[in-house]
């Protein structure tokens, strides 16, 4: 699809990036089978295939993937493969393969009718071979290259008639809809589900994006997502099929009085939604714990009960404004990371483009939520990426089974976990994949190493480093769970003796130094009530994992006594 030209900088990014995702993954191969086991998604031995992907949309009026009048295919697949995304969700329109109108187009038509000239001059520098393809040849070509980069596909149909989504008045919503005829819908996920039947690379088709609008109602629901579920299966048994809810795909409580009713087994899941809008303004105007929890309850209740009762639940859009300034998604992403930790979540982040041909009758739009900047040369915000790139990896699930259960702690607003090099140096944030075994006792408030229980966490005052080791048992090493969110672990300091005039009183709470780096103990911030401060820095999660624990030589370092204490107590 043309020569892969890729900047200098980016191509120094991603050889970074690459080489820590080789690191972090038992990465899967791209032709793959994908079914269900209870909650998680595995391959054809049983094993766990966590999706990480990315959302690459080709749904809006040009019905080609957004970027290929800026980059080379070949080159956009592989920077997905190399920033450490196992898969894209692709969407596409319905009309692209059920209205001649829109079918018979080549790309080039496509654009000219839309008068993209610019767009299509970029075509045809980057991508020459696409211009005279049909478009859904061109889909094919998208599909093929990110196959080639070793990357799964998850067909995602995102509208029927093709333009930006959504609204609850766009005739895209929900069946019957001007635009959404259930016959022709079906019609058009058979036909996709047949053409790529022999692609093992797709491995998943997601019936419909975001039902919505005043026509919503969970009988036609069942009647027809059921329908769709049984036609996809029918023409290609190979693929999972993923079913969405309703309102926008914030609401699948319903499934909770009456399940799916299908005719397979072990091919089905769930997908939902969450983003900070989805609230509105809530995040930013309230205490970002209680606010935390209320609405991380909610998406509980509506959807990740789900996985409790057996099925997958695929979080298939997420993300934020990476510019980095809006207060809402800010404070939104660290509670938003720590479910998506906390219950090892597959998902899809919104969104790959930096850029799209026209939206909404702009063209050239920026996408501000992009991973990728205006110009798809480099990533938009590397901070912004590095703190997603953590929850690629699995923690648990078939095939994963490495070690004893442990604990991760686990901060969501930097995506790097509490580790420390050695009895010399302090505690510090570091790459999740390093993290040490923590075992926490509630009851206790012990947070100590899970195989030396005699060192464990030890607050010396505010602003003071975090300290490993002995004792145990007094007001400084017993931790609390104190906020709302539960994000927040904190000693009760005013009654140590060693709450002088350094330590602060009251709670300490574990924090990130002003390096940035080290973790200490600060006087808790937005517990409750206050509405203005943030606490992201003081967010940590206690996430449990079986994977193997990295080797470091800590241990080596500790006296005999220590080490073997958990052996002699046995």
Known sequence: ???????????????LGFAWHCALHHAPAAAVTLSTASRWVVDEAGDRVKLACVNWPSHLEPMLAEGLGKRPVGAIAGDVAAMGFNCVRL???TFLVTNASYSSLTVEQSFQRLNLTESLAGIRANNPAVVDLKLIDAFKAVVSSLGENNVMVILDNHVSKPGWCCDNSDGNGFFGDGYFEPDVWVDGLTKMATMFAGVPHVVGMSLRNELRGPRQNSNDWYKYMQRGAEAVHAANPRVLVILSGLSFDNDLAFLNSRQVSLSFARKAAFEVHWYSFSNGQEWAAGNPNEVCARIGASVSRRALYLLDQGWPVFLSEFGVD????NANDNRYY????????????DWALWTLQGSYYLRQGVLDLDEVYGVLDRAWSRPRNDTALRRVQPLQRPLRGPGYAEAEPYTVLFHPATGLCVLRRSLAQPLELGACADTEA???????????LRDSPLMCLHAQGAGQPVLLGTPCDDDMSRWRLVSDSKLHVAVNASSSSSSGSGSGGGMLCLDVGADGQSVVTSPCRCLSADNSCDPESQWFKLVSSTRSVAANSMLAELPVKLVSSKIRSL
């Open 1 to 15: 699809m043309g020569r892969v030209r890729r900047s200098p900088l980016l191509a120094a990014w991603l050889a």
């Open 91 to 93: 969407t596409w329109p």
């Open 322 to 325: 990476n510019r980095g300034g």
């Open 334 to 345: 660290g509670c938003a990371a720590a479910v998506a930790a906390d219950l090892d979540l």
């Open 438 to 448: 923590w075992e926490y006792a509630p009851q206790q408030g012990r947070l100590a």
